[in-house]
């Protein structure tokens, strides 16, 4: 559906920052979700942050909250993920996803149908 293209991934102390970006090919209608997963070794793919086009509205799993942001630029086709205040349990492969769709629950990773390749961010204590 959507071609996704991540950036900005790398290696960085605890307590340091990493801007992550999404660039997404055209958005064929204006209802759609995008966001930011991530995957450690031996654990699950969740959720981290999420927005919703038609009305951008957020989510953010509760062990990022305060420490990551999620912004978009429209014009631009871009989604950026803000990590602040990283700590090792951070460390993991980051993938952006996309739904052209409306999602009432955001960030449900089943629900995504776009992928990018994943970058990774690692945390060192």
């Known amino acids: 559906e959507v071609h996704l293209v991540e950036s900005g991934g790398g290696l960085v102390q605890a307590g340091g920052s990493l801007r992550l970006s999404c660039a997404a090919s055209r958005f064929t209608t204006d209802d759609y979700a995008i966001g930011w997963f991530r995957q450690a070794p031996g654990k699950e793919r969740e959720g981290v942050s999420c927005?919703?086009?038609?009305?951008?509205?957020?989510y953010y799993a509760d062990s990022v909250k305060g420490r990551f942001n999620i912004s978009s630029d429209n014009a631009k086709n871009t989604v950026y993920l803000q990590l602040n205040s990283l700590k090792p349990e951070d460390t993991a492969v980051y993938y952006c996803?996309?739904?052209?769709?409306?999602?009432?629950?955001?960030?449900?990773?089943?629900?995504?149908?776009?992928w990018g390749q994943g970058t990774q961010v690692t945390v060192s204590s």
């Open positions: 996803a996309a739904v052209l769709a409306f999602l009432r629950r955001l960030c449900r990773t089943a629900a995504f149908r776009s």
């Open positions: 927005i919703r086009s038609s009305d951008g509205r957020t």
